[in-house]
């Protein structure tokens, strides 16, 4: 039993000391409440030790992202774009895992991975596309501004024509880059929200992962 608390414990690097200590405890009461005492007998009641450790870390990343939007929710307060899809992309990955270390969810996973595939071609072609308008209209800008510079000193008028150009062009990117930029991170936050359902949904649960509350 000792064996398996100790291969738990070895899997939770990324959670804190006191989280780690957290869950070491529970799943150590609740074995010797149980009367477990051998490795197999654990990993009968309980799953493999990387099974339920990826578990553990996929809860705790989406009751952090929940917290955290409830917090913000309450207090006003926005947190930064990127380091919210950060989480998002880091839950949807810890998600992902714990799915993979279950069998029984496989097939569901499969079907899953196909629609979510099917999803970020779509969503990745549009991407690609939107990307190379912006380079070529931020090169149309440069090309403006560069021209314009040159032929401002012998043709006033026609050079301001081609700065005007210019400047609008890159005025045009950057706001094309922002417009890039939040789509992705909605995008992100759409394929976070699935996961989380799709695992609250499909993930089984032992007797005591039901009765442990973070």
């Known amino acids: 039993m000792n064996d398996y608390i100790q291969a738990i414990e ?3 690097g990324q959670l804190t000391t006191a989280e780690q200590q957290d869950v070491v405890e529970y799943y150590r009461e609740y074995l010797l409440d149980a009367r477990i005492e051998t490795y197999q ?3 009968d009641e309980l799953g493999t030790p990387r099974s339920l ?3 553990v870390l996929a809860d705790y990343s989406i009751r952090m992202s929940e917290r955290a939007t409830k917090e913000n929710a309450s207090t006003g307060q926005s947190r930064s774009s990127v380091q919210a899809t950060k989480n998002n992309v880091r839950t949807v990955w810890l998600i992902v895992l714990a799915l993979l270390s279950t069998p029984v969810t496989i097939p569901i996973l499969i079907v899953v991975a ?4 099917a999803m970020v071609a779509v969503l990745g072609s549009l991407v690609v596309a939107v990307i190379a308008i912006v380079f070529s209209v931020m090169a149309l800008g440069l090309v403006g501004i560069v021209a314009g510079l040159f032929v401002i000193w012998q043709t006033p008028w026609t050079g301001l024509f081609y700065l005007g150009i210019g400047l609008f062009s890159l005025g045009a990117c950057i706001i094309g880059w922002l417009i890039l930029k939040w789509f992705g991170s909605k995008v992100v936050w759409a394929l ?3 996961a989380k359902e799709i695992y609250r949904r499909f993930i089984p649960r032992s007797r005591a992962e039901r009765g442990r509350k973070l």
Do not use: M
Request: glycine share 0%; aromatic share 12%.
């Open 114 to 117: 196909a629609l979510l595939f």
């Open 41 to 43: 007998q654990a990993v």
């Open 10 to 12: 070895k899997l939770l």
């Open 192 to 194: 976070s929200w699935a």
């Open 53 to 55: 450790a990826r578990k």
